[in-house]
């Protein structure tokens, strides 16, 4: 029996490693593309194949389409999880930056999208997973450029849905909520750098970075959400992992732009008086190690 093939992009690490796992262990042929090939050898060591990819060159993308379909003649699954988010104001994020997440989230995943639906097509089958966001259906302060690459993929999705449907294939979105992967601090961390002090909106970025984030979600219960969506003889259009996931798409749906204003600044608001209330705290730390110094 022919074994079903996969390509998963971005497998070096978080959800689409758990990904590549997930379908191998589930009796499919693997393809695993990233731009760094060592962080996969855990991959190469299970059987998956493992191939150096940058989602941004064409010919990189074609090389790893064209080596699925040489050894194996078809391909039957595409998930699209390459991509990151460079996080700041629209004002002091650089054009080039901007650009480039457009480039890696959209055009690279439309461009495996163009290589993979002839064959998709002859088959008169195929899966295609593009993995979003539930920024892909809202906004906030300081991600006005990774949400807008976000809502064009989910929009060129749509699209594509309805394109490809009589020809048996179906494109499903994946709209991870916060997830427990090092993405959101490194995020941060690089948005903290890349501000600058004097920025009017550096206060902003202050309170972002230093807000909590503790979300339950693992990279494998993404995997296993894929899996799902992928398996599913009649999939949905999207699918979210958590109740609180659907709660936040179904509220940006259902209420006014103006209305989920104010509930982004409120929350603002709180993280500003926790981030100031920490500062408090550190700084009476500080006060009594030096007393404490002091009377030694």
């Known amino acids: 029996m022919t074994k079903s093939v996969a390509l998963i992009t971005g497998a070096s690490s978080g959800m689409g490693k758990a990904a590549a796992i997930q379908f191998n262990n589930a009796g499919y042929t693997v ?27 064409h010919d990189s993308n074609k090389a790893f389409v064209d080596a699925a379909l040489e050894n194996e003649g078809r391909i039957d699954v595409l998930i699209n999880n390459a991509g990151y988010g460079s996080m700041g104001a629209v004002e002091d994020v650089d054009q080039a930056e ?39 259906q809202m906004y906030s302060p300081l991600g006005g450029w990774y949400y807008a690459s976000k809502h064009a993929l989910e929009a060129l999705s749509d ?24 993405w959101q601090q490194v995020a941060a961390d690089h948005m903290l750098e890349a501000t600058p002090k004097d ?11 230093h807000a909590s984030m503790n979300f339950s979600a693992t990279a494998d219960d993404i995997a296993h959400l894929m899996f799902k969506a992928a398996t599913t003889v009649n999939p949905k259009t999207r699918y979210q992992l958590s109740w609180g996931d659907r709660a936040v798409v179904i509220a940006v749906r259902k209420f006014s732009y103006k209305t989920i204003d104010r509930g982004i600044r409120f929350a603002m608001r709180i993280a500003e008086r926790n981030l100031t209330k920490n500062r408090s705290l550190e700084g009476a730390d500080e006060d009594q190690s030096t007393d404490n110094s002091q009377m030694i």
């Open 31 to 57: 393809y695993a593309g990233a731009r760094h090939t060592e962080p996969m050898a855990e991959l190469k060591q299970q059987g998956i194949h493992t191939m150096k990819l940058d989602v941004t060159d």
């Open 98 to 136: 901007a650009k480039r997440q457009f480039d890696v989230n959209v055009f690279g995943a439309a461009d495996l999208i163009q290589l993979v639906l002839p064959t998709m097509r002859a088959q008169h089958a195929g899966k295609i997973l593009n993995n979003s966001s539930i920024g892909g």
């Open 159 to 182: 699209s594509l849905r309805l394109e490809v449907k009589n020809f048996g294939i179906d494109v499903i979105i994946i709209e991870p909520g916060g997830t427990k992967t090092n």
């Open 199 to 209: 920025s009017p909106y550096r206060q902003m970025v202050e309170i972002y970075a």
